[in-house]
């Protein structure tokens, strides 16, 4: 079973931004469930831990470990088609957790299926199971984070002490619990989701000034007549004051833009893009709900308020950025869930707003560290409760003012994992 394992020592870890490096005393792609259950059997011998990364687009610290580090990149994924079981009268899919969701939706859209996801966040490609298990989101007010759509799942855990397979469904407290879980609970090895008819979207672009999106009933009109809402503000590459606009509706009208028209027509909304005459694109659902950026490498701090507290967050916010003379390097991001029923699911039981911050990713200017110490105070004021995957700074004390379930996940923790196998330091304080 050891080859199947394909661990090594002397592999160092790079997140995408290139903001968190580390090399853990074992570094491990296992090819299997068997190879899995190896790993943590020897890490529980020796007292030591088992971590799991995802695809390396998060900020936050819940990957680092000096003991096992484990990538499901290639588990259950040799021959991908074989690897997604589709039920199609259902509109479910049951896939392995490694999977990223690019190839997932690619694999979805295809003619024998022709399923899509319900939603989708900014960029595609973060495994299935780390974008779940940080709470990663796109927009839509009437639209869950990706955690939603999990209607089943494995999970490998330590329960009781005994390792242990548990296949949680939809209804199952344990499962509202392990779907956005930072991999404190266990190993997700595989999910269902629960998938809808492939769609086509019309994105309309167009550029207002803050002055607009400071009013709270800009804000609901905005939700209320849009399925899905993005707002851009300021950025290195435009006033201050200036906010772009996109809403995303549902078509049925025909593709018009190809991926490369999206970029170029996108970006024309900087300039040209009206609220009389917005820029308007038709394509597939995944080309035009995501961000048509340059890879631009950068730190992130992101909040999700209480709907209902918008306008107040953002006019606080222009109070601080305008007093500090403060900037951010891509725009600040303004973006809209549903309330959802998982434990630590930053929009549990509340309509939310998350408003994102961004700095440059090696900037070690004093006034961006202020930035975010000046931010998340503001938005934990307003009832505000981070983005898992993202910056953010937590106490114990904070979460159990935050999350209504905070105790009862600390008691299933402790019956998954009484060994505190799936942990580290940050783990181990906050939970």
């Known amino acids: 079973m050891a080859d199947k394992k394909n661990c090594r020592q002397g592999k160092e870890f790079e997140n995408w931004a290139q903001t968190i490096k580390f090399t853990p005393d074992t570094?491990?792609?296992?090819?299997?469930?068997?190879?899995?259950?190896?790993?943590?059997?020897?890490?529980?011998?020796?007292?030591?831990?088992?971590?799991?990364?995802?695809?390396?687009?998060?900020?936050?610290?819940?990957?680092?470990?000096?003991?096992?580090?484990?990538?499901?990149?290639?588990?259950?994924?040799?021959?991908?088609?074989?690897?997604?079981?589709?039920?199609?009268?259902?509109?479910?899919?049951?896939?392995?957790?490694?999977?990223?969701?690019?190839?997932?939706?690619?694999?979805?859209?295809?003619?024998?299926?022709?399923?899509?996801?319900?939603?989708?966040?900014?960029?595609?490609?973060?495994?299935?199971?780390?974008?779940?298990?940080?709470?990663?989101?796109?927009?839509?007010?009437?639209?869950?984070?990706?955690?939603?759509?999990?209607?089943?799942?494995?999970?490998?855990?330590?329960?009781?002490?005994?390792?242990?397979?548990?296949?949680?469904?939809?209804?199952?407290?344990?499962?509202?619990?392990?779907?956005?879980?930072?991999?404190?609970?266990?190993?997700?090895?595989?999910?269902?989701?629960?998938?809808?008819?492939?769609?086509?979207?019309?994105?309309?672009?167009?550029?207002?000034?803050?002055?607009?999106?400071?009013?709270?009933?800009?804000?609901?009109?905005?939700?209320?007549?849009?399925?899905?809402?993005?707002?851009?503000?300021?950025?290195?590459?435009?006033?201050?004051?200036?906010?772009?606009?996109?809403?995303?509706?549902?078509?049925?009208?025909?593709?018009?833009?190809?991926?490369?028209?999206?970029?170029?027509?996108?970006?024309?909304?900087?300039?040209?893009?009206?609220?009389?005459?917005?820029?308007?694109?038709?394509g597939h659902y995944s080309d035009l709900l995501t961000v048509p950026l340059l890879d631009v490498k950068h730190r992130e701090c992101e909040y999700a308020i209480p709907v209902e507290n918008t306008a107040d967050a953002l006019n606080a916010i222009k109070r601080m950025m305008d007093e500090g003379d403060f900037s951010t390097t891509l725009p600040i991001e303004v973006r809209f869930v549903k309330s959802d029923d998982s434990f630590l699911s930053p929009s549990y039981k509340k309509d939310v707003c998350y408003i994102g911050i961004n700095t440059q990713a090696h900037n070690t200017e004093p006034s961006s560290n202020e930035l975010y110490a000046r931010f998340e105070p503001m938005m934990k004021d307003l009832g505000g409760r981070p983005h898992w995957g993202k910056h953010f700074t937590l106490t114990p004390q904070d979460l159990n003012a935050m999350y209504p379930r905070y105790d009862r996940f600390k008691e299933i923790r402790r019956e998954l994992d009484p060994h505190n196998v799936f942990s580290n330091t940050l783990i181990n304080y906050l939970f």
């Open 27 to 282: 570094y491990c792609q296992p090819e299997d469930e068997p190879s899995v259950r190896e790993i943590i059997n020897t890490a529980v011998a020796a007292h030591r831990h088992v971590r799991v990364q995802g695809n390396g687009h998060s900020w936050s610290q819940f990957v680092q470990t000096s003991d096992s580090l484990l990538w499901l990149k290639e588990m259950g994924l040799k021959d991908l088609p074989a690897a997604i079981r589709v039920d199609a009268a259902a509109k479910t899919a049951t896939v392995p957790a490694g999977i990223r969701i690019r190839d997932l939706i690619r694999e979805l859209r295809k003619d024998k299926y022709k399923l899509g996801l319900k939603n989708t966040g900014s960029i595609l490609k973060q495994s299935i199971a780390g974008a779940i298990s940080t709470g990663t989101h796109g927009t839509g007010i009437g639209l869950g984070n990706l955690a939603t759509h999990i209607i089943g799942m494995k999970l490998l855990t330590m329960r009781n002490g005994a390792l242990t397979e548990l296949t949680l469904h939809e209804g199952d407290e344990f499962l509202d619990a392990a779907r956005v879980s930072v991999g404190a609970l266990g190993i997700i090895t595989e999910v269902t989701i629960q998938c809808r008819a492939d769609y086509r979207v019309e994105l309309k672009g167009y550029r207002t000034s803050f002055h607009d999106i400071s009013v709270q009933q800009f804000i609901d009109n905005l939700n209320q007549n849009n399925e899905r809402v993005r707002l851009w503000w300021g950025g290195a590459f435009a006033d201050r004051d200036d906010v772009i606009v996109t809403t995303m509706n549902e078509t049925q009208n025909p593709q018009n833009s190809s991926i490369f028209d999206v970029i170029r027509e996108f970006l024309d909304a900087l300039f040209q893009g009206s609220q009389a005459n917005p820029v308007v694109l038709t």
